[in-house]
């Protein structure tokens, strides 16, 4: 069974910076691309930014410029740092992979909260 535990969260003034890490278990971790998801109260969980086997990225466009993923597949982790914080970035966030399809269970995430 694959584990993900995200950490690196906490309570940031807007402009702040964090790092969020990920580490996975259990998994052919560099085979697999990694993402990042979010979820704010009352939304739905939406992907952050992704980096592929390959190196290439991904992010949607309200982070372009202020998040960058990486990688580190001899240990396993992920990160994402997060730059120039605005409170709409306040949310739990996960890690997750795949290959076709992301993984259907996740970790207990790590809560940001940003305040203005």
């Known amino acids: 069974q694959v584990q993900f535990v995200e950490s690196g969260g906490g309570l940031v003034q807007a402009g702040g910076s964090l790092r969020l890490s990920c580490a996975v278990s259990?998994?052919?971790?560099?085979?697999?691309?990694i993402g990042w998801f979010r979820q704010a109260p009352n939304k739905q969980r939406e992907l952050v930014a992704s980096?592929?086997?390959?190196?290439?990225?991904y992010y949607v466009g309200s982070v372009k410029g202020r998040f960058t993923i990486s990688r580190d597949n001899g240990a396993n982790m992920a990160a994402l740092q997060m730059d120039s914080l605005k409170p709409e970035d306040t949310a739990v966030y996960y890690c997750?992979?795949?290959?076709?399809?992301?993984?259907?269970?996740w970790g207990q995430g790590t809560q940001v909260t940003v305040s203005s």
């Open positions: 997750n992979t795949r290959l076709t399809t992301w993984r259907a269970n």
């Open positions: 980096i592929t086997s390959d190196g290439a990225t």
């Open positions: 259990g998994s052919t971790f560099s085979a697999r691309t």
